[in-house]
């Protein structure tokens, strides 16, 4: 059996978000890696979202470092998979990602709203003061007096 390297782009997670910062990576060199497992963790100027793979494969490269911010567009990481024998660039059994990482023509996207093109993107929220490094103190809870 032949593999392939492929190169996964940092997607678009966000309406015209144009950059992230890879937080943490999830995996290292050499790691063998399943569909939809995340892979990375990444902050945009609205959240912290995990990103998963969307190949089964093993991680041959890391390409950006944790700490820096890249482009959407930018490849982020290589996955070497089988070759399924399909020249057309098509994506492995089981992805829906095509071999630059966008969907799949067909594929059926997991949140109409977002333009992710990864296979499924889970989204952690954190609050803005947590992100910012700061917490802010919750105000006191309203109780009501019983009436006399």
Same mark, same amino acid.
């Given at each position: 059996?032949s593999l392939k390297?492929?190169?996964?782009?940092l997607?678009?997670? @966000? &309406?015209g978000?144009? &950059?992230?910062?890879?937080?943490?990576?999830? =995996?290292?060199?050499?790691? %063998?890696? &399943?569909v939809?497992? #995340?892979?990375?963790?990444?902050e945009? +100027?609205k959240?912290? =979202?995990?990103?998963?793979?969307?190949?089964? @494969?093993?991680?041959?490269a890391?390409? =950006?470092?944790?700490? %820096? %911010?890249v482009? =959407? @567009?930018t490849p982020?990481?290589?996955?070497t998979?089988?070759? #399924?024998?399909?020249?057309?660039g098509?994506?492995?059994?089981?992805?829906?990602? @095509?071999?630059?990482?966008?969907?799949?023509?067909?594929?059926?996207? %997991?949140?109409?709203?977002?333009?992710?093109?990864? +296979?499924?993107? *889970?989204?952690?929220r954190r609050?803005?003061?947590?992100?910012?490094? #700061?917490?802010?103190?919750?105000?006191? *809870?309203h109780?009501?007096?019983?009436?006399?």
């Open positions: 059996m390297t492929q190169r996964f782009p997607p678009d997670v @966000g &309406e978000l144009t &950059e992230a910062e890879i937080v943490e990576w999830q =995996v290292a060199v050499g790691d %063998t890696v &399943e939809n497992q #995340t892979i990375v963790e990444i945009t +100027a959240s912290l =979202v995990d990103l998963p793979s969307p190949w089964t @494969g093993t991680v041959s890391l390409l =950006v470092e944790a700490g %820096t %911010t482009d =959407v @567009g982020i990481i290589e996955i998979v089988p070759d #399924t024998g399909g020249s057309d098509s994506a492995p059994a089981g992805s829906a990602a @095509g071999s630059d990482g966008t969907p799949a023509a067909g594929a059926p996207r %997991t949140r109409a709203p977002d333009r992710c093109s990864s +296979a499924t993107a *889970r989204w952690r609050p803005a003061d947590v992100v910012a490094g #700061t917490r802010r103190a919750r105000p006191p *809870r109780r009501s007096r019983p009436r006399p």
